[in-house]
Nanobody, 115 residues
Framework: QVQLVESGGGLVQPGGSLRLSCAASGSIFSIYAMGWYRQAPGKQRELVATITSGGRTNYADSVKGRFTISGNLASNTVQLQMNSLKPEDTAVYYC?????????WGQGTQVTVSS
């Protein structure tokens, strides 16, 4: 099993910034990708950004140029720097780790963008 603990999140005004962090523990051997997903009220969970053990990153079109994912899968940590936040970025953000064909999820952290 892999346990994921997220930190960061909160309330920010439009145009502001937040940074999310996630740390994995447990059976962390051979995690080959980590990332962030989000789920807004009444919507399906969607990909935000991912990073592989080789450093390859992938972003949703809606966050390209505003969000940056970084991390060290060797130490099983990943961060998401979110800039120029918009009200439509409001959601619960979930950390994800992929290992052995399985996906593991954190508890989620709320991000609210509002004036």
């Amino acid at each position: 099993q892999v346990q994921l603990v997220e930190s960061g999140g909160g309330l920010v005004q439009p145009g502001g910034s937040l940074r999310l962090s996630c740390a994995a523990s447990g059976s962390i051997f051979s995690i080959y990708a980590m990332g962030w997903y989000r789920q807004a009220p009444g919507k399906q969970r969607e990909l935000v950004a991912t990073i592989t053990s080789g450093g390859r990153t992938n972003y949703a079109d809606s966050v390209k140029g505003r969000f940056t994912i970084s991390g060290n899968l060797a130490s099983n940590t990943v961060q998401l720097q979110m800039n120029s936040l918009k009200p439509e970025d409001t959601a619960v953000y979930y950390c994800n780790a992929a290992r052995g064909g399985l996906a593991y999820w954190g508890q989620g952290t709320q991000v609210t963008v509002s004036s």
